[in-house]
C-alpha cells in the first residue's frame, strides 16, 4: 500500500516564478492538506481539497492556489514567488469519514526561492 | 481559534534515560491531539494519537502520551530512549475530522551515547 507521495523531491525557482507541486494521497483517501513548513518552524495550514473543492483555508495570499482531480491527487500553485516562499511543501492525505480524523504526511517538497 | 506550546525547543537525554517533550494546547472543544516525528530531510510519521477514547495512548516505537484536560496537556514520553530515537517532534491538535492541524514549534530531541 503506497503510502502518500510528492514530486518532484526538490526545486529551485527564483523571484517572480510560478511553480507546481504535485501529491498523490494514500490509497483509500478522499481529502487532502498542503502544509507549508519554514525552516525550524512547524507547519503551516495552507489549504484542504475534498471533491475538487477547497474546503478550507488557512492564512496564505491568493498567489497559493490549488486543485484536487477527480482520482484525488492533488497540485498546489505558487505565483510571483517570493524569497520568503522557500521551504518544505507538505502533502497530507486523510479520509472524510470513518478513520479521518488522522492526516498522513508525504516526504515533502523543498523549494528554494532565488 | 486553537494553538499548541511545546516547551523547550532543544531536548538532550542520555541513552536509557527517560524522554519527556512537553505539550500544552489551547481549543474551544474537545481536541483531537497527535504527535509526529520529523527525520532530518524528511516528511512527518504519526507517532501516537487522541481521539477521545483512552487517555493514555501507546504509539510506535515505545513512545506513549497521556491526554490531561485538567492541565490542557498531551505529553510525549518514552522510558528508555535510543539513538535512533533523535529527530524532530511535533504536536498537533485539531478540532476533528476534516479540520485542520494546528502544530507546535516542534522540539528537537538529542541523544547522548
Known amino acids: 500500500d503506497a503510502g502518500v507521495t510528492q514530486s518532484p523531491t526538490h526545486l529551485i525557482k527564483t523571484r517572480g516564478q510560478q511553480v507546481t507541486l504535485r501529491c498523490s494521497p494514500k490509497?483509500?483517501?478522499?481529502?487532502v492538506s498542503w502544509y507549508q513548513q519554514a525552516l525550524g518552524q512547524g507547519p503551516q495550514f495552507i489549504f484542504q481539497?475534498?471533491?475538487?473543492?477547497?474546503?478550507q483555508r488557512g492564512n496564505f495570499p491568493d498567489r497559493f492556489s490549488g486543485h484536487q482531480f477527480p482520482n484525488y491527487s492533488s497540485e498546489l500553485n505558487v505565483n510571483a514567488l517570493l524569497l520568503g516562499d522557500s521551504a518544505l511543501y507538505l502533502c497530507?492525505?486523510?479520509?472524510?469519514?470513518?478513520?479521518?480524523?488522522?492526516?498522513?504526511f508525504g516526504p515533502g517538497t523543498r523549494l528554494l526561492v532565488l | 481559534a486553537q494553538s499548541v506550546t511545546q516547551l523547550g525547543s532543544h531536548v538532550s537525554v542520555s541513552e536509557g534515560a527517560l524522554v519527556l517533550l512537553r505539550c500544552n494546547y489551547s481549543?474551544?472543544?474537545?481536541?483531537?491531539l497527535f504527535w509526529y516525528v520529523q527525520y532530518p530531510n524528511q516528511g512527518l510519521q504519526l507517532l501516537l494519537k487522541?481521539?477521545?477514547?483512552?487517555?493514555l495512548v501507546k504509539g510506535i516505537n515505545g513512545f506513549e502520551a497521556e491526554f490531561k484536560k485538567s492541565e490542557t496537556s498531551f505529553h510525549l514520553t518514552k522510558p528508555s530512549a535510543h539513538m535512533s530515537d533523535a529527530a524532530e517532534y511535533f504536536c498537533?491538535?485539531?478540532?476533528?475530522?476534516?479540520?485542520?492541524?494546528?502544530f507546535g514549534t516542534g522540539t528537537s530531541l538529542t541523544v547522548i551515547p
Open positions: 497530507a492525505s486523510s479520509r472524510t469519514f470513518s478513520g479521518g480524523e488522522t492526516q498522513y
Open positions: 490509497s483509500g483517501h478522499d481529502t
Open positions: 481539497y475534498y471533491e475538487e473543492e477547497e474546503r
Open positions: 481549543s474551544s472543544v474537545p481536541p483531537y
Open positions: 487522541y481521539t477521545s477514547a483512552a487517555t
Open positions: 498537533a491538535v485539531s478540532e476533528g475530522t476534516g479540520n485542520q492541524f494546528y
